[in-house]
């Protein structure tokens, strides 16, 4: 690409000239790309340029919010206080300019106002307000999740005589408020930083609060020459630290429930950590209190009576405490904000009861009052996350806008929150569905910054000319930060993260609330596995040679999955008996994991039937994909060890295999034990697929493309019916999908010892399934129970075999790959490393569930066509 700035073209755009744009320019220019970042301001610091507003502060401490790539920059700049105010951090945003000389690349004062990704030539046509085209391989949004400024709309907005001001867009010169009136609508971070220093100056000061907020004192003080040496020279680890945490903070919520402490302890706790401040203070008590109700209640009730204990007016006091999950709206820390309203030129209205009709040329109206100002400053937020790609025209493929993709909110759809599908070659630094906001910003940054320069390497070396979330991938992330965030109580608040702020924005959570580290593992493996989630073009005949492969050893490979790790440190925050002490009618009530299973797929048709079996009716779940029959059929058993599990369990599992294999999937309701020992499952399995030959053309199935599979002790049936029909002569079955399968009575293995506890199943779990399943110990050497144990194995059919590395049955399953191998039996056998127990049917927590059932789907597809039509 021409490094020419006259033809303004270059390789890379990038908009917004904050903490992000700054360093994809510096890291992108460093590696020899053409790039320019444009900027609506006239000077670089994005946030920090615009809200300028009094008492505007940073709330996570100082040493940690500062870019961390540059240890130069690092020890030439020394911060004054735990929570540097607004000047200082600009001062340090442009010291940074300065010190990389990035101004030379940003043009300033100009809007973009459109990007339109060009097919024909695979490069992105960019606009700015003043009509210019700029050309660019690479488009990224470095536009910071909080620019979009929301300002209300109250009837006479224009009406207003006296100064208008929003936080978030402050005059540069400072605004004297001494001996005026001024009204102020807001109570969010903004508000309650600028509430005390305008208090401080102004004759009178009206608060409007519409809702009232969790604040805690943020406890600022002045550096320490001495810590701040300490700091420089512990950099690296602390680093380490940041990026492996949860919010990008040098600190973890303590790993016990707030619910196992007694009142007393748990007073103190929340008392040190009120003495301590700190954005995340309260928050890490305990871990469970963005999860479990009832310990979110212990800090809320606790913040509630300091709040009452501050402020002396009991009816003001009453009137500010918060109802709401206390950690469910961004956090507030504040230096003396309850205490202002013990000042006597300080009021409080509350605009929930009396709302705000209109604003009049001397102030504004509630329905009860009328007040006058000289100043009146809006508080009052953002349009979040996505309010500032809305502000733009950002069209890909085929002409499809954003903002019709993702229906104005409604249906956020994106790739590890970079990428979207249908605008390839687009960047979105710290966008929707990343940990952005929810973090320590710098941290995310960093890491995106570092990850989409990496990526256009990638691209580089390898001669692609574009890269493009795949539709699939970015279905099951969108769906994964839905359930993540569902698993917590963010959900249950109107907070902006939700997009409750905005009037007639549709509501969700816009952020991966997983946490930085786990996020950053998932991006790494994501590069690390050529960038699997994503599609790549290439105009040259060059045939991509392969990047060198990165050193898994001792990362995410070899290690547990980290979407698998998060939701077992989930399920152990959560708490609950074990299943083996439970009774199993309790067993089979706790066991409900279907909000985990991801959001059901439409099929063609749904049909619940009962069906003749040896002990009476089985309960079966016929899924039938759209389109003419008949179709292949996959006969399905779930898991659940013989005593748990039913056809729910299994529902969004299914409904995927009977789209992506394009089949129908017969879902059997088996018996279970102990009400039903061995071999009743067994035989109502095999009395299933039997009937669905028997029966295939009443069902739209082809009787001679029959499948057994399933997962754990479904996929021991299918196992077993496999061996049943070769016995018995019938009925003929075209492949066996094994999902995990139990196939030995034995816990000898390795995986048993290596994976007997805290993956999810253990090793006493799976005793407790044998013993209600097993009549005696007899049992467990029938090859009935324990297809490993069969003589002969040679003419069954055709074999996926799925383990999962951190499943205590992982060697069980490959024992009986092998064995099938052994026999001349054709098998594919897959083992997913960092997976635990359960995965298949868990894609809408887990990337490699989802991918798994991709690979049976496929395998069935393609076993299904090597067969003849009946
Ligand atoms: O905005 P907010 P913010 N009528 O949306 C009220 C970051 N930040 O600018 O809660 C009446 O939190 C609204 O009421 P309600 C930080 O991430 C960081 O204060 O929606 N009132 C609320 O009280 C923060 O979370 C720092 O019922 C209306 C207020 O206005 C984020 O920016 C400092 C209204 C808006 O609060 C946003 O904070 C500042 C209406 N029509 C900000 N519309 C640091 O410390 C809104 N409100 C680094």
Redesign the pocket.
């Known amino acids: 690409m021409t490094r020419n700035h006259e033809a303004q073209v270059f390789d890379a755009v990038v908009v917004g000239a904050g903490f992000s744009g700054l360093y994809m320019l510096h890291r992108l220019r460093e590696l020899g790309y053409s790039v320019r970042v444009y900027e609506a301001g006239e000077d670089v610091g994005g946030t920090w340029y615009w809200?300028r507003y009094p008492g505007?502060?940073?709330?996570?401490e100082s040493i940690y919010y500062n870019y961390t790539f540059s240890e130069e920059l690092r020890n030439e700049w020394t911060w004054s206080s735990r929570?540097a105010e607004q000047p200082e951090i600009l001062r340090y945003i442009n010291f940074v300019a300065d010190k990389l000389d990035l101004r030379r690349d940003i043009q300033f004062k100009t809007r973009i106002t459109s990007a339109t990704f060009n097919e024909k030539n695979k490069n992105w046509d960019i606009q700015t307000g003043e009509g210019n085209t700029i050309t660019a391989k690479y488009f990224i949004t470095a536009l910071g999740c909080?620019s979009a400024s929301?300002m209300?709309?109250?009837k006479g907005m224009d009406r207003f005589k006296g100064e208008l001001y929003h936080?978030?867009k402050w005059p540069h010169e400072k605004v004297d408020f001494t001996g005026k009136k001024v009204g102020i609508?807001?109570?969010?971070?903004?508000?309650?930083?600028a509430i005390p220093v305008i208090a401080q100056e102004a004759e009178h000061l009206t608060v409007?609060?519409?809702?009232p907020?969790f604040s805690a004192p943020a406890e600022n003080h002045s550096y320490d020459p001495e810590f701040l040496q300490k700091v420089k020279e512990n950099y690296h680890e602390i680093k380490q630290q940041m990026i492996a945490s949860m919010h990008g903070v040098p600190s973890f919520p303590r790993d016990k429930s707030a619910l196992k402490d007694s009142p007393e302890e748990r007073q103190r706790v929340f008392e040190e950590a009120w003495d301590k401040g700190g954005l995340f203070t309260l928050m890490y008590t305990y871990n469970d209190i963005g999860f479990v109700k009832e310990a979110n209640d212990t800090v809320a009730e606790f913040v509630r009576s300091k709040i009452a204990q501050t402020v002396e007016n009991p009816e003001v006091a009453e009137m500010l405490l918060p109802t709401y999950y206390y950690g469910t709206?961004?956090p507030?820390?504040d230096t003396n904000y309850f205490q202002t309203y013990n000042r006597k030129n300080v009021t409080l209205v509350d605009?929930k009861s009396d709302p705000?009709d209109e604003l009049t040329s001397k102030g504004l109206r509630t329905k009860e009052s009328e007040y006058e100002f000289d100043a009146l400053v809006f508080?009052?937020?953002?349009d979040?996350i996505t309010g500032p790609f809305f502000k733009m025209d950002i069209r890909g493929k085929d002409g499809i806008s954003l903002k019709e993709k993702w229906a104005e909110g409604a249906d956020l759809k994106t790739y590890l929150g970079i990428a979207t599908a249908g605008f390839p070659n687009m960047f979105m630094i710290t966008g929707p569905q990343s940990p952005s906001?929810l973090s320590n910003m710098l941290v995310s940054i960093e890491q995106h910054v570092e990850w989409i320069a990496d990526c256009i390497e990638y691209l580089r070396e390898n001669n692609l000319e574009t890269i493009e979330a795949i539709p699939e991938a970015e279905v099951a992330w969108s769906q994964q930060c839905k359930i993540i965030a569902e698993m917590s109580l963010a959900t249950k608040t109107?907070?902006?993260y939700m997009g409750?702020?905005i009037?007639g924005k549709p509501r969700g959570f816009m952020a991966f609330l997983g946490g930085v580290g786990l996020y950053r593992q998932i991006c790494d493996d994501v590069a690390a596995k050529e960038y699997e989630g994503f599609s790549v073009t290439t105009s040259s005949k060059i045939v991509p040679k392969k990047r060198n492969k990165i050193n898994l050893e001792g990362t995410v490979m070899t290690k547990l999955d980290p979407q698998a790790k998060y939701l077992l440190d989930q399920m152990a925050a959560a708490g609950g008996p074990a299943m083996e002490t439970l009774i199993p009618e309790e067993a089979r009530l706790s066991a409900d994991f279907s909000a985990m299973a991801g959001i059901p797929e439409e099929v063609g048709k749904v049909e619940d039937r009962r069906i003749p079996g040896p002990g009476g009716e089985i309960p079966v779940r016929i899924y039938t994909p759209e389109g003419e029959g008949p179709f292949p059929a996959l006969v399905y058993y779930h898991g659940g060890g013989w005593v748990i599990g039913n056809l729910d369990t299994v529902e969004v599992p299914c409904r995927l295999l009977t789209n992506r294999a394009n089949c129908v999937v017969i879902s059997v309701d088996y018996r279970l034990a102990p009400e039903h020992k061995f071999p009743a499952a067994a035989e109502d399995a095999y009395s299933a697929v039997q009937w669905v030959v028997d029966n295939a053309s009443s069902i739209g199935v082809d009787s001679a493309r029959v499948a057994v599979g399933g997962d754990s002790a479904g996929g021991n049936l299918a196992a077993v019916v496999a061996l049943m029909a070769k016995d018995k002569g019938g009925p003929s079955i075209s492949y066996q999908m094994l999902i995990y399968p139990v196939t030995n009575h034995n816990y000898d293995t390795q995986s048993y010892k290596d994976n007997a506890e805290g993956y999810f199943l253990t090793k006493s779990t799976m005793e407790w399934f044998w013993n209600h399943y097993l009549r005696n110990e007899e049992d467990g050497k029938n090859p009935y129970a324990s297809p490993l144990l069969a003589e002969d194995v040679s003419g069954l059919p055709p074999a996926l075999v799925i383990t999962g590395g951190f499943d205590p049955l992982r060697d069980e399953g490959e024992a009986y790959a092998e064995k099938l191998k052994a026999a001349g039996v054709a098998v594919e056998a897959t083992r997913y490393d960092g997976m635990i127990h359960g995965f298949f049917w868990l894609p809408g927590m887990l990337l490699q569930g989802d991918k798994a059932i991709h690979q049976a789907a496929n395998a069935l597809r393609e076993a299904f066509s090597s067969v003849e039509t009946a």
């Open positions: 809200n505007a502060r940073c709330d996570i929570y909080l929301n209300p709309n109250f936080t978030g609508i807001g109570t969010g971070s903004s508000g309650i930083q409007f609060q519409r809702t907020q709206k961004r507030i820390i605009i705000i508080a009052t937020g953002f979040a906001v109107d907070s902006w409750a702020n009037e």
